[in-house]
């Protein structure tokens, strides 16, 4: 389209754009919080402790073989967690009836220097968490989008990653960071080369008691 000027010639009117939105719609949570406190000399002995009892080797790191940690050590620990996750389940959830989410097993983790964790989710629980007790200050987690698969059956090279073309995500972590994410959420952990010294984290799984559905729509499932 072109318009006259006040000088008697004609500029090219330039073409604008109408605004427009971009939504993003059924996001995948992950909740990152960090307690602020350092680790007291009991929760170093309840480590020292959880170490002792031993631990089993996996694929490409270790883990405690006592899986129910949180029953009897790192009180103070799980109780930051709980609180954590009353505020997930309100934000996130938003449960219509009163449910008590409440952590189920529970382990400590160790991931040498160069090791990595393998891809994974977790079954038969709701929401799952991880603490971290020591990390590296470029250490992260990544997660893997649930419809990659999906997306990548027309691949198109992206020249920029955002959040809308990407199929891996990470986010950084530091000690005494809790994350929590759902359960079925696929995660892992690369390999950090620069890392000089363990990465010790705690894992944790959830479920739920309480009454779902309702016996009018024949859906209704008591869990105690």
Known sequence: M????????MDNMKNTSPAHELHGIFPSPVYIVNRDLELSSKEDK????????????NPSNVSSINSYIFNSKLKEIKQFCEQQIKI???????????LDFYITQSWLNITKPGKDHHEHFHSNSI?????YISVEEDDK????????????????????????????????????????????????VEPNKKATKDRISISFNTFVKGILG???????LILK
């Open 88 to 98: 997930y389940v309100e934000e996130v959830i938003s449960p219509k009836e009163d």
């Open 2 to 9: 072109v318009v006259e000027s006040e000088t008697g010639g």
């Open 46 to 57: 309840d480590i020292e402790d959880i170490f002792e009892e031993g631990m089993k080797q």
């Open 141 to 188: 987690i990544s997660f893997v989008d649930p419809n990659g698969k999906t997306k990548n059956l027309i691949k198109i090279e992206s020249k920029k990653f955002n959040t809308w073309n990407s199929t891996l995500w990470y986010f950084p972590i530091n000690t005494n960071e809790l994350v929590l994410f759902p359960s079925w959420l696929t995660h892992l």
């Open 127 to 131: 929401i799952s968490g991880v603490f």
């Open 214 to 220: 309702s016996k009018t729509s024949s859906t209704e």
